[in-house]
């Protein structure tokens, strides 16, 4: 996958990113560790079925393979909602830019107790 090609060795990262997205009445927080163990926990009960075709479900099978695939721990939290667009909306900013943030140069130090990330 791209995305763990992109993060290689994981070298001098910040590790960690979080973020917060509102969209007028939604907000939505994801946190993500670059840790080379994929996990995702993802609480996000989206409002509709559907949003005009497209299954909402599909969220969650879409970051799941994101996460399985590029081997990271992501926790994403739709803290509120209310128009299914703004949620999975929310959702994907919220992701994109607790990556960024963890993909960022780091401050020279791995941020592992063990030295090294898988």
Same mark, same amino acid.
């Given at each position: 996958?791209?995305l763990?090609?992109?993060l #290689?060795?994981?070298?001098?990262?910040r590790r960690?990113?979080?973020?917060y997205?509102? +969209?007028?009445?939604?907000?939505?927080r994801?946190?993500?560790?670059? /840790?080379g163990?994929?996990?995702? /926990?993802f609480?996000a009960?989206?409002?509709?079925?559907?949003?005009?075709?497209?299954?909402?479900?599909l969220?969650?099978?879409?970051?799941? #393979?994101?996460?399985?695939?590029?081997?990271?721990?992501v926790? +994403?939290?739709?803290?509120? #909602?209310?128009?299914?667009?703004?949620?999975i909306?929310?959702l994907f900013?919220?992701f &994109?830019r607790?990556?960024?943030e963890?993909?960022?140069?780091?401050?020279g130090?791995? &941020? /592992?107790?063990?030295?090294?990330?898988?």
């Amino acid at each position: 996958m791209l995305l763990k090609e992109v993060l #290689g060795d994981k070298g001098d990262i910040r590790r960690y990113g979080t973020a917060y997205v509102p +969209m007028d009445e939604t907000l939505t927080r994801t946190v993500v560790d670059v /840790s080379g163990r994929p996990f995702l /926990s993802f609480n996000a009960e989206i409002s509709r079925e559907k949003v005009g075709s497209f299954d909402t479900e599909l969220c969650e099978e879409f970051f799941r #393979g994101v996460v399985m695939n590029a081997g990271l721990t992501v926790h +994403m939290d739709l803290i509120r #909602g209310g128009n299914a667009h703004h949620e999975i909306e929310s959702l994907f900013k919220s992701f &994109a830019r607790a990556l960024r943030e963890a993909m960022q140069p780091g401050d020279g130090r791995l &941020a /592992s107790t063990k030295g090294l990330l898988a």
